[in-house]
């Protein structure tokens, strides 16, 4: 039997308890400090709440000490683990090792019982890496994304009792994870310190060796957002136990979404294959609306790399969320316009489209006669059979701000009746709890049944995460009076112990091992370009720094962060700007016409130079 996870973002505690009302069975949070989006920090107390929160349903709360660690940050670092351990947080998703001699030294009062997931930060794309990460302690990886479902396919038979993680939904890096230094290069915001200021989301020229502008002004490096949505099957059949949705900053409507969109397709896989796969946490969930992901933000979707290369994973006209396509620009008159196709539109819904020059306008609609539309001010570039998207649906936002889903769990009673009064007996199946109360009471014959009122009364689970799926009532205890009152009290009392073993649930948690030893020496099992560019380890501390050391590591060389490197590599991209401009030779393009190397250049006249692999099949990019 295999569980499947969804994984939620978290930007804040709200938007963590939504995610697992609506379905996730697990999320993933920020701390304070040293999380990979360093704008989505949280308390510790909103974090130990959504413990609370999650852990009655069996769902998990991680959070992300995914970011390159300072000296003087460790005994913060040390001090934030130790917290996080106490308050019940299940798994830390990590990037610096010097964590794991933190822990292979832990001297706390309290037992470190969190899992250790890698982060996609450490560049997670090979078996033997992933192999690797289990013997020196992690229990999960997160893969990178641009894998296929083959490739994840032969990692999960190369190491079988590895958790592997899979990104399904969101935006893409353009770059392996981790494998970023372009933010850091050319702002000083590094994206292994949480700052990423999205260079691959930016504007660029493509020249060739003699100068020549092959492509003018395009967002060459922006990929379109990912959606698995119709491939999690295939996924799971790969091997990946958990299906992570990209968006620590984004908001409640969000995770609303597109948490519902993929639990209940999760729900039809389990209840099609219900002898290969259940669900990882438990709860029934009630929804209020029907899911749509075209209506929250996206910037086109793509399945990237699931079935190997494919056209169309970039954008190269924006960056921007383009929405719902609702149809094309039928005739213009006046201030006005009509659209041809089926959409509804609503006063104040926002549209945009593609204009002539490659880049997106917005407007929003006044007022809405039907296919009719007046705009606030009409766009000047707007042009008949041009294509239009929604990227604000007023009505799907209204309906959102609504309480849309509520999560219970099912329970099954039996009250009957004892030598000296009655008792009541409430037990969830799927969250192995059970509760036995009693209470004494003179037993008197009842004028008339009274089974309707008992079952009633005992139904009353109020705001409780309790649902009453079924009553038994047992040795004709019906056919005695039984007060209001007294079912009232022996269902609290029944309710209290069900909510105490699930907060019990957490506390025995096994002890975490990272003392194992790897096998294989670190350097035989990273892509060449760390041979060449050492500061790929992303080594900021001395602890880092040791566990590499130990790991057979023998040229230790800083963090980009920490040391000036002439012509950095600064991307490494699955990507190929060749490939999709259609020059491909190898996957049957035509021959380029321009010479190379080719040149990426920013509007301030910085450059980069591409340099295609083809041999790895990859785009590495450097910095001039």
Not at 204 to 214: C, G, K, T
Not at 247 to 275: C, F, M, Q, T, W
Request: charged share 25%; aromatic share 8%; hydrophobic share 40%.
């Amino acid at each position: 039997m295999q569980n499947l996870e969804l994984l939620a973002p978290a930007k804040n505690l709200e938007c963590g308890m939504t995610a697992i009302s609506h379905g996730a069975d697990a999320v993933y949070i920020g701390a304070s400090r040293f999380g990979a989006r360093a704008a989505a920090g949280n308390s510790l107390d909103d974090i130990q709440q959504l413990c609370e929160y999650a852990h009655q349903f069996g769902a998990r709360v991680y959070v992300t000490i995914n970011t390159i660690i300072y000296e003087d940050e460790l005994a913060a670092t040390k001090e934030m683990l130790e917290a996080l351990n106490t308050i019940g947080v299940d798994a830390l998703l990590v990037q610096d090792m010097g964590i794991l001699e933190l822990i292979e030294h832990w001297d706390a009062k309290v037992p470190f019982r969190m899992e250790l997931h890698a982060s996609t930060q450490t560049d997670n794309r090979t078996a033997e890496k992933v192999r690797w990460l289990q013997e020196v302690g992690f229990k999960r990886a997160v893969l990178a994304r641009e894998l296929s479902a083959r490739e994840i396919s032969r990692i999960h038979h190369a190491v079988p009792e590895m958790d592997l993680e899979v990104f399904v939904h969101g935006a893409l890096c353009v770059s392996y994870s981790g494998v970023c230094y372009a933010s850091q290069h050319c702002f000083h915001r590094s994206a292994n310190r949480g700052e990423c200021a999205q260079f691959c989301r930016m504007k660029f020229d493509l020249l060739d060796s003699n100068q020549h502008e092959v492509e003018h002004q395009r967002h060459l490096l922006s990929m379109r957002d990912m959606c698995q949505l119709e491939h999690l099957h295939e996924l799971a059949e790969s091997g990946a136990c958990s299906f992570k949705i990209e968006g620590r900053l984004k908001d409640v409507e969000y995770v609303k979404n597109v948490v519902s969109a993929y639990s209940k397709e999760l729900n039809k896989i389990v209840n099609s294959h219900p002898d290969l796969y259940s669900r990882a946490s438990y709860g029934r969930v009630d929804y209020a609306f029907e899911p749509d992901l075209r209506k929250t933000f996206n910037r086109g979707f793509t399945t990237y790399f699931l079935n190997g290369r494919q056209a169309n994973i970039a954008n190269f006209d924006t960056p921007k969320a383009m929405g719902e396509y609702v149809g094309k620009v039928k005739e213009i008159r006046g201030n006005s316009f009509n659209v041809s196709g089926t959409a509804a539109f609503e006063n104040g819904d926002g549209l945009c489209f593609i204009n002539d020059a490659h880049e997106l306008e917005g407007f929003r609609i006044n007022k809405a006669e039907g296919n009719r539309l007046y705009p606030l001010k009409l766009p000047k570039r707007l042009r008949p059979g041009m294509a239009l998207y929604r990227n604000n649906d007023v009505a799907f936002s209204r309906l959102l701000a609504n309480v849309t889903a509520r999560r219970r769990l099912q329970l099954a009673m039996r009250f009957g009746a004892t030598s000296d009064g009655f008792f009541l007996c409430a037990s969830s199946h799927e969250a192995e709890i059970k509760a036995t109360a009693n209470i004494v009471f003179e037993h008197q014959a009842a004028r008339q049944s009274q089974r309707e009122n008992i079952i009633k009364q005992l139904a009353k689970l109020g705001n409780t995460i309790f649902e009453c799926q079924e009553i038994k009532i047992e040795n004709h205890a019906d056919e005695y009076f039984v007060p209001s009152s007294l079912l009232a009290e022996l269902r609290r009392t029944a309710v209290d112990q069900l909510e105490s073993q699930l907060k019990q649930a957490k506390q025995n948690a096994p002890e975490a091992n990272v003392h194992n030893q790897p096998s294989s020496n670190v350097e035989n099992i990273v892509p060449k370009a760390y041979k060449a560019h050492s500061y790929l380890y992303n080594i900021s501390n001395h602890l880092s720094k040791q566990f590499y050391k130990a790991h057979g590591l023998t040229s230790v060389q800083p963090a980009l962060e920490l040391s000036a490197s002439a012509n950095p590599l600064v991307m490494q991209c699955r990507h190929c700007i060749r490939f999709a401009l259609g020059f491909c030779e190898k996957r049957g393009g035509k021959r380029p016409t321009w010479d190379e190397p080719l040149f990426l250049r920013l509007g301030d006249g910085r450059r980069f130079r591409l340099e295609f692999d083809c041999k790895e099949c990859q785009m590495n990019i450097y910095a001039e």
